[in-house]
């Protein structure tokens, strides 16, 4: 079975431009979230999708919103970027069948904003 | 809101050492506490997971963690550790009761010398 895939890998933006960032889960996860990963941050939630809905969300400035297919697939935007937003984000995705799912993560897209 | 507090930043242990990486969480309620691990250019992954039953769980690459209700607490051990095992490790904590969304520690980075 195919794993989380994210695309692109690697994104390079200036600040006040917008970005889009794609993931496919794995085939049957209905749920898919979407986390920001920095060093000084660590990993922290950005927002939970499931059956295109947003389910839940983390404390993050409305410039970050998502989205979520009828197929699962979901993407995350970021408009008017700033350099504070360069990062890795990564989605993750599961069954959701309760909260103790595994979540499997993909590879991240790398986001450098100049 | 729920935290999680992994006070080992960066370890460095010898090959065959054991290893044992704290970590404790902040929650009044019932918890799913797992561990994820990201080696080097790779995606994080899930070690182990706890959410009921014996307090002690066991995961892949023969790492286990005790879950310790009255410290709040869920250590990472692994008996002898191998130069394959450096890598970053994160402890994370999600509701029992709601949704998926995993609250993650800072992470510990684990540096193991042949």
């Known amino acids: 079975k195919a794993g989380v895939t994210q695309t692109p890998r690697y994104l390079i933006k200036t600040r006040g431009q917008q970005v889009t960032l794609s993931c496919s889960p794995i085939?049957?996860?209905?749920?898919v979230s979407w986390y920001q990963q920095t060093p000084g941050q660590g990993l922290q939630f950005l927002f939970e999708y499931f059956s295109e809905t947003q389910r839940n969300k983390g404390n993050f400035p409305g410039r970050f919103s998502g989205r979520q297919f009828s197929n699962s697939r979901s993407e995350m935007n970021v408009s008017t970027l700033e350099l504070g937003d360069s990062a890795l984000y990564l989605c993750?995705?599961?069954?959701?069948?309760?909260?103790?799912?595994?979540?499997?993560f993909g590879p991240g897209t790398r986001l450098t904003v100049l | 809101a729920q935290s999680v507090s992994q006070h080992n930043h960066h370890v460095i242990l010898s090959e065959a050492a054991s290893l044992e990486l704290g970590c404790n969480y902040s929650?009044?309620?019932?918890?799913?506490l797992f561990w994820y691990v990201q080696y080097p250019g790779q995606h994080l992954q899930l070690l182990l997971k706890y959410f009921s039953g014996d307090p002690l769980v066991k995961g892949i690459k023969g790492f286990e963690a005790e879950f310790i209700k009255s410290k709040f607490s869920f250590n990472l051990r692994k008996p002898s550790v191998q130069w394959s095992d450096t890598a970053e490790y994160f402890c994370a904590v999600n509701s029992n009761f709601g949704n998926e969304k995993l609250t993650f520690g800072t992470g510990t980075r684990l540096t193991i010398i042949p």
């Open positions: 993750a995705s599961s069954l959701a069948s309760g909260t103790t799912d595994t979540q499997y």
């Open positions: 085939s049957g996860h209905r749920s």
């Open positions: 929650y009044g309620g019932t918890v799913n």
